[in-house]
């Protein structure tokens, strides 16, 4: 067994993963109950995806692989060099990475494929990154992979937080690795330096305020107390693992995921340019990215909120544009941001708007009402 264990842990490395850990295929009834709780007390609302059915199936390996003994927990970082640049609009680390989930189960696939021609004969597994039910942090805490951060990132030693997870259920009866005796200590960065306090307490995370769930799932408006905390995020938030000492010293991957190109090196997305995109730009752009699930339009509701917390002025006639030709909910948040610049032409911009629409006609009234309370920029940034 151990030396079954041995080779896996090997040519796991070969595949490309930078951690291999294993766990038993019981149930995470702890975890599981966790979850549900979260659920019930409106913790997870705005996902309706993350539902109690969901979670339980999640929380039982025999029942996503009938006859399953073992769990092999898979680590595989997204670290890199880049600084993003002092402008534009900042997207998650991750989402640098073109098309995750289909790299994690190439790797995953080759894994168990190998195996299978290493033991000749087949191995009963399936095998999930994070777009499946599997309660994937569980798996990695009791595996040993990493542990429980108080920002409910799993944090490990080597790699920190920068770690994309994956899981192999399987039918080989495998060695447990332990639990990591590890915690974070008093440390709590990650709760005071969250601008939307969307941490409430250690290990407790409120979804709808958090950054992420604005950026990326809320298909919505964006609440008007949220908007001057999001900063110029337009996909996920970092903030949470920037700060977090873990990451400190995190080591880079063995074998990285290629980038996607939509992206570039700086890490940010050009705002002008992001709000002027059609549909068919934006796919082709954005394809095999996880940019994509967050859409154009809630991009281009994002990168409105971005430009007018930025207070960038050469932004004005791009979000002037929105204002006129963009979807309805896009043409919301570039009224509200016009109303941010409160500069001479965005004011214009919204006085002159011929809007029928009675949401976007509600933010444009705002947006004025907000842009004469500050006649001293109107006038400096008029120029």
């Not at 850990?21 to 993350?50: C, H, N």
């Not at 289909?102 to 000749?120: D, F, I, N, S, Y």
């Not at 002027?276 to 281009?300: H, N, P, Y």
Request: hydrophobic content about 40%; aromatic content about 6%; proline content about 5%.
């Amino acid at each position: 067994m151990l030396d079954l264990k041995r080779q896996i842990t090997e040519y796991a490395m070969q595949c490309g993963f930078d951690l291999v850990r294993i766990t038993r295929a019981g149930e995470f009834a702890q975890d599981r109950d966790v979850a549900l709780t979260r659920i019930k007390s409106g913790q997870m609302d705005g996902l309706p995806w993350y539902t109690e059915s969901r979670v339980r199936r999640g929380a039982d390996p025999q029942t996503l692989l009938p006859g399953a003994r073992s769990i092999i927990c898979l680590g595989l970082s997204y670290l890199d060099d880049e600084t993003p640049t002092a402008s534009g609009g900042k997207v998650a680390r991750y989402a640098s990475v073109k098309n995750y989930h289909r790299a994690m189960k190439r790797r995953m696939k080759a894994l168990v494929r190998g195996l299978e021609e290493r033991l000749e004969s087949s191995i009963k597994a399936k095998w999930y990154v994070d777009d499946g039910p599997m309660l994937d942090r569980a798996a990695a805490a009791r595996s040993g992979l990493g542990w429980f951060g108080k920002s409910t990132n799993i944090l490990t030693p080597s790699h920190g937080s920068w770690v994309l997870l994956g899981q192999v259920i399987t039918d080989l009866d495998l060695e447990p690795d332990p639990a990591l005796q590890k915690a974070c200590g008093a440390c709590v960065r990650c709760i005071d330096d969250c601008p939307t306090s969307a941490i409430i307490a250690p290990f407790i995370l409120d979804n709808a305020r958090c950054i992420s769930y604005q950026t990326i799932e809320n298909r919505g408006v964006i609440p008007l107390d949220m908007r001057p905390l999001i900063g110029d995020w337009v996909f996920g938030c970092d903030i949470c693992q920037d700060v977090c000492p873990v990451n400190r010293k995190a080591e880079k991957p063995l074998q990285p995921i290629e980038k996607a190109g939509a992206v570039g090196p700086s890490g940010k997305l050009d705002l002008a340019e992001l709000l002027a995109l059609s549909e068919e730009e934006f796919r082709a752009r954005f394809q095999g990215t996880s940019i994509m699930r967050a859409k154009r339009v809630d991009m281009q509701k994002n990168a409105c909120v971005a430009l007018g917390n930025n207070r960038d002025t050469a932004g004005v006639p791009a979000l002037v544009s929105a204002l006129k030709n963009a979807e309805p909910l896009v043409r919301g948040h570039a009224a509200w941001a016009l109303g941010q610049m409160a500069t001479t032409q965005a004011i214009k911009g919204l006085e002159q708007s011929t809007e029928s629409d009675p949401y976007v006609l509600e933010e444009i009234a705002a947006a004025i009402k907000e842009s004469r309370r500050k006649p001293s920029q109107a006038s400096s940034l008029a120029r």
